[in-house]
């Protein structure tokens, strides 16, 4: 029995990849969490008084305390400013983390397929020699029809016609296709197509 053959994951291939995808995926959740922090200020601010918002240093010169809100230097309003500027540092980071990630992506991808290449062309090259096979066999379907056809003999109504061009095309069009593109490929060469075959 043969055995499957595994593709292991990006993650596995490359150390690199793991560590990219990972650095991303925090750096996303640190924008998600300061986007729900914003919201959550902004939703504090519409329903306070106006005179709610002060600083520190208004509300001494005040004679007052200052609101557990307002615990930022400039209050509540100051810190949703500051999330507008970690905001953009966070996404000019997320977008080179998410550069590298692709690059990381590419490496472990590129590992990958380098392992898996020879087992990948063996199930091109049986699949090229089975459509080959399976040409030749309704060529010679098609060649028996044709002696019935000659002999003006009524079969159709007693033998079903089971030609295959809905499959394989007229002249093996299909086929043919396929098979150009393996050898294109370089997964299986030319002179191992039949003639009528090859493009």
Same mark, same amino acid.
């Given at each position: 029995?043969?055995?499957?053959?595994?593709?292991r994951?990006l993650?596995?291939?490359?150390?690199?990849?793991a560590s990219?995808?990972?650095l991303?995926t925090?750096?996303?959740?640190?924008l998600?969490?300061l986007?729900r922090?914003?919201?959550?200020?902004?939703?504090?601010?519409?329903s306070?008084p106006?005179?709610a918002?002060?600083?520190s240093?208004?509300?001494a010169l =005040?004679?007052?305390?200052?609101?557990?809100d307002n615990?930022?230097?400039d209050g509540v309003?100051?810190r949703l400013?500051?999330?507008?500027?970690e905001?953009?540092d966070?996404?000019?980071?997320i977008?080179?983390?998410?550069q590298? =990630?692709?690059t990381?992506r590419?490496a472990?991808?590129?590992?990958i397929?380098?392992?898996?290449?020879s087992?990948?062309?063996?199930r091109?090259?049986?699949?090229?020699?089975?459509?080959?096979?399976?040409?030749?066999?309704?060529?010679?379907?098609?060649?028996?029809?044709?002696?019935l056809?000659d002999?003006?003999?009524a079969?159709?109504g007693i033998?079903?016609?089971?030609?295959a061009?809905?499959i394989?095309?007229?002249?093996?069009?299909?086929?043919?296709?396929y098979?150009?593109?393996?050898?294109?490929?370089?997964?299986?060469?030319?002179?191992?197509?039949?003639?009528?075959?090859?493009?």
């Amino acid at each position: 029995m043969k055995q499957k053959t595994v593709v292991r994951s990006l993650e596995d291939a490359d150390a690199s990849y793991a560590s990219a995808k990972d650095l991303l995926t925090r750096l996303r959740a640190s924008l998600s969490a300061l986007d729900r922090e914003a919201d959550d200020i902004r939703t504090r601010l519409a329903s306070r008084p106006v005179a709610a918002e002060k600083t520190s240093r208004v509300a001494a010169l =005040l004679g007052e305390s200052v609101d557990d809100d307002n615990v930022a230097p400039d209050g509540v309003s100051a810190r949703l400013k500051a999330i507008a500027g970690e905001r953009v540092d966070l996404r000019a980071a997320i977008e080179i983390a998410a550069q590298r =990630l692709a690059t990381a992506r590419h490496a472990a991808s590129k590992t990958i397929c380098t392992e898996i290449k020879s087992d990948y062309s063996a199930r091109v090259k049986a699949v090229a020699d089975t459509l080959v096979a399976a040409h030749q066999a309704h060529a010679e379907l098609l060649e028996l029809s044709e002696q019935l056809n000659d002999r003006d003999i009524a079969w159709s109504g007693i033998l079903p016609p089971m030609h295959a061009h809905a499959i394989f095309g007229h002249d093996g069009g299909r086929i043919s296709g396929y098979l150009h593109d393996a050898v294109q490929a370089g997964f299986i060469e030319k002179k191992s197509i039949p003639v009528e075959l090859q493009r």
